[in-house]
Each structure stands twice: as C-alpha cells, then as structure tokens.
C-alpha cells in the first residue's frame, strides 16, 4: 500500500518534532504481556546519510560516429547517489527488515519536490546481524545500509539544489507480536523431539569439554507453520507468512546464560542448509566454539517470533549538502 498524503503530512509533523532526522510508523499490537503495547519506530531506529556522489553521464546519440560533425547528438544527465545506515537502538520486536527503499520524496532546501520514486514493491527481507563481542567493546546490533539515486534536471531554467532539505522513504519492517523460548538439553538424542506445533529436531552430536564445544541438529518442519529468518536476504509475502520464526538459537550454560558471554576471546562459527520441497522441509544446524567456559554448555534454547506481521515505517533525513560542480 502506497503512502497516503495524509501518512506524509503524520511524518512531517514526526520531523519537526524530532529535529534532524525522524522516524514514524503504524501501530500494532505488540508483546504478548501487553496487548495494547505498540512497536513505536521512534525508540527502535534511527537513520543518518553517510556518503553522497554527484555523477555526470554524456551519451553520444548520433546515429553514426562522423568525426567531422561540430555538433554531434550529445544527451547529458547528473544523478545524485545518497547512501546511509539505520542505527537499530532497539531490537526487541524486530525481526527482519528490507533491503530495499520505496516510495523516495527527495525535496530542495526550498521545499520544492525534486523527486519521487515509488519503487519496486517488492519485500526483500534480511535478519537482523549480530557484531560479535571483540576487544574493548561488547557484542552490538549492526546496522542496515540504504542507497538511493536522484536524477537532477540538465535544464538551465531549472535551479541547482544547495541542499536536500527533505529525504524521506518508506522502510518495511518484520515485527513479532510476542516470543516464544523452548529449551532442550545440550546432549545427543535418540528420537525426533517436538519444540513447537510444526517442528521438530534431532540432536546428532553435541560435545562440550576442555574450552570447545560442537553441535549439529537436524530440524524437521513444516514451511507453512515455522521459518528460519538469516541475515541472507529472502522474499516475504504479505498474508503468506508463518505462525513462527526461528530467530536465534543460543548455547547456554547452567546458569542459564549464553556461553562465552562473559569470556574473553571467545571464538565460534556455524554453518546451516536446509533441503526439501513444499511444505515438508529440513534445516541442518552444526557450530563450534571456543572459550574459557564453552565446557559448560548445557542447554540449547531456540527463540521464536510468534504471530510476525509486516508493517510499513516512514523514514526521513533533512539537510544532506549536496557535492558542487
């Protein structure tokens, strides 16, 4: 659904409010303790340009190439390349988000509309990526980065913008209505164990001694029910999404906390395939890790998002200089 003149007139308003740049979106339903709560844009995003390119293009369109001809067929053109990243300062909700912009309204420093790309319409979304813990600094939400290009008018009766005093896009979200954790023992099982109405695993292997531990699991599912949210982008359609998402499965000790959460140097890598046609699919889950108290890994926990719904979220940046001549 396009944005109406009204959503832009509420994401103007959000602008000002919130100075420099603002986020604002729908509400909807959020958290399962809660059932009024609402997943507010404001407090889990926000955006900032990083870079912006000014390129001028010339094409020779004359039919043949004369080298005696003064005025060949020359077309000229200028695109403005604007590229940035959305903070998440929030995650919790979150569960996906596009890779791509929509509905792009680019304005001069004097309001006057300078662009408008509706997009392609497409959902291409891409999990949310976790920076591991490294030296000095404490595992953290990555950023998405965005890109979009403005054509500039070659026409002399056209003034250049100093300015591009209003960018503003529309961002889909993947948003989870509550969550769901289920844990299972980090141990070797004979049989298939159920964790959620359409899922199932078998732990093959899952050793912890020394400062390593290894797994590998197979999951059994049915693609209508539950799906895997990676940071790999995928198509999601609208109406067509699964009761349930798997959104992190974690190694946790007997404390209950994540192994390696509090050990310097810890190290770990995993791998994933999945197989199968239709509804009926299989998911193959294998990792490592090394740290001071990975020996103590006693419980794998699988986190869910539950009831996940797509809502549209108006993104606007002001005041993005524009390179000269």
């Known amino acids: 659904m396009r944005t109406s003149e009204f959503d832009r007139m509420v994401a103007y308003v959000c602008a000002l409010m919130a100075g420099v740049s603002a986020i604002c979106g729908g509400q909807a339903a959020f958290g399962a303790a809660d059932p009024n709560a609402v997943w507010d844009p404001a407090t889990h995003l926000a955006p900032r340009w990083q ?8 094409e020779n369109n004359s039919e043949r190439f004369d080298p005696c001809d003064l005025l060949p067929d020359l077309r000229y053109s200028r695109t403005l390349s604007i590229s940035g990243e959305v903070d ?11 890779s791509d912009v929509a509905d792009v ?13 509706a997009g ?25 980065r965005f890109s979009t290009s403005i054509p500039l008018s070659m026409s002399p009766n056209v003034v250049y913008p100093q300015l591009i005093g209003r960018l503003e896009w529309s961002w889909y979200a993947l948003i989870a ?18 964790l959620v109405p359409g899922m199932e695993i078998l732990v ?15 999951a059994r599912y049915n693609a209508s029910q539950i799906a895997y949210v990676t940071w790999s982008p995928v198509p999601v359609r609208a109406g067509q999404l699964s009761d349930r998402m798997v959104i992190e499965t974690q190694i946790l000790n007997a404390e209950g906390k994540p192994v390696g959460s509090t050990s310097a140097g810890y190290n770990r890598s995993s791998s994933a395939s999945s197989s199968g046609s239709g509804e009926q699919r299989t998911y193959t889950l294998s990792g490592n890790g090394t740290c001071a108290d990975c020996c103590t890994a006693t419980t794998f926990r699988y986190r869910f998002a539950v009831n996940p719904y797509q809502q549209e979220v108006r993104l606007v940046l002001k005041d993005i200089p524009v390179p000269s001549f």
């Open 177 to 194: 209505s509550s969550y769901e954790v289920v844990d299972v023992p980090f141990k070797v099982t004979q049989d298939w164990v159920p």
């Open 51 to 58: 870079s912006v390119s000014l390129t001028t293009r010339v």
């Open 88 to 98: 998440i300062t929030d995650s919790d909700g979150l569960i996906a988000f596009t």
């Open 204 to 218: 093959e292997e899952a050793s912890a001694e020394g400062n390593k531990y290894e797994y590998r699991i197979q």
């Open 120 to 144: 392609s319409g497409f959902s291409i979304y891409q999990g949310i990526r976790v920076d591991p813990a490294r030296a000095g600094r404490v595992a953290a939400t990555a950023p998405y």
């Open 105 to 117: 309204i680019a304005t001069d420093e004097t309001g006057r509309v300078i662009h408008v790309d």
